[in-house]
């Protein structure tokens, strides 16, 4: 923002969006400054609560599911990965002692534990190391289609940190997949600790382009992503998509006001996370993330440590997260 301030006014500012009037033609900025910047219509900004649909009963099934988060766990997978030292995909390096190589073999071996079929899918070798994606998959019954969780698990780079920005989003997808590993679901459930985030999205896009390539793609009909999940005060979670997904991104709402205590508020339009590639493939897909005008102050920082964190506020996240999950296939507890 700073670096474009010289050649432009802002002109809204609100949660994660920052609209700004050039001063002269996008074709006429540096191309390092224009890369990040993207045309919006006024038409596609709001910031603010999810719409109140009429109230509904809650469902006892999905009590019963939500009941099941355990913020022990979900704290105990966010450390295992926050303590791996540096997981900055830009570190991968010729040390398979690389934090990022530990990540994610550790998260790669924590969903083979719970017994769902794992593929490192690898798009960027480097000399001794490779740039993966963690994929868990368990198919649904025939025919159905296919929810996809997402959360990125590489960071910045500082050591033994980016415990909010993300350990904690890759921390909800396991315990997300621990809870529903006890469930059949009738659409097949894909989990995703996607890497490279920080280094342009590198993992999501690889992920879109490979599923498109195999034509898995086409039986994704929802996506939930999970950046940031950890760091709150005030209750709010931040629900973020594009305009043409606004109506599910309500819906959403209405299961947080349902299954949780967390206050729903709606971002558009969607920037910066691995939500991104899935709406662009014209996939419904939200991201959940904390309140953005009241985000961790150690965004992006060596302190963003895992004793800033609040695990009551993420469990919530999480528990919503399955909530919609539940709203969009038929689960059937198995049995033990
Ligand atoms: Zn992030």
Not at 40 to 53: D, F, I, L
Not at 267 to 292: C, K, N, Q, R
Request: net charge negative; glycine share 8%; charged share 25%.
């Amino acid at each position: 923002m700073e670096e474009i301030s010289p050649f432009s006014t802002t002109v809204y500012s609100a949660g994660r969006t920052r609209l700004v009037k050039l001063s002269l033609p996008l074709a006429e900025l540096p191309r390092e400054l224009a890369k990040n910047l993207r045309p919006v219509s006024p038409g596609e900004v709001y910031n603010g609560p999810a719409a109140k649909g009429e109230q509904k009963a809650a469902d006892p099934d999905v009590l019963a599911l939500t009941a099941k988060v355990d913020g022990r766990r979900l704290m105990g997978y966010a450390e295992t990965i926050t303590l791996t030292g540096k997981r900055s995909a830009a570190q991968l390096d010729l040390s398979a002692a690389s934090g990022n190589r530990q990540a994610m073999d550790h998260i790669a071996g924590a969903f083979a534990g719970m017994g769902y079929a794992v593929e490192r899918q690898c798009y960027k070798d480097r000399k001794a190391d490779k740039e993966c994606n963690i994929v868990a998959r368990r198919a649904g019954q025939p025919g159905g289609k296919a929810i996809l969780i997402i959360g990125h698990m590489d960071s910045v780079g500082y050591e033994n940190a980016g415990a909010d920005d993300n350990a904690s989003g890759s921390a909800g997808v396991l315990e997300m997949a621990k809870v529903l590993s006890g469930y059949r679901s009738d659409h097949d459930l894909i989990f995703i600790a996607a890497n490279g985030e920080e280094n342009g999205l590198t993992g999501s896009y690889a992920c879109v382009k490979k599923m498109k390539a195999s034509g898995e793609l086409a039986r994704v009909a929802w996506v939930i992503n999970m950046d940031m999940i950890a760091w709150n005060r005030d209750g709010v979670i931040e629900i973020e998509t594009n305009k043409e997904f606004s109506a599910l991104a309500d819906w959403v709402g209405e299961q947080a006001r349902l299954y949780t205590r967390l206050q729903p508020h709606i971002a558009m339009p969607a920037w910066g996370s691995d939500h991104v590639p899935f709406l662009e493939a014209g996939i419904p897909t939200y991201l959940s993330i904390e309140h953005w005008d009241d985000h961790t102050p150690c965004y992006h920082q060596a302190c963003d440590k895992l004793e800033t964190l609040s695990w009551d506020y993420a469990s919530d996240i999480v528990r919503l997260n399955l909530a919609v999950v539940a709203g969009k296939t038929r689960l059937t507890p198995l049995k033990l």
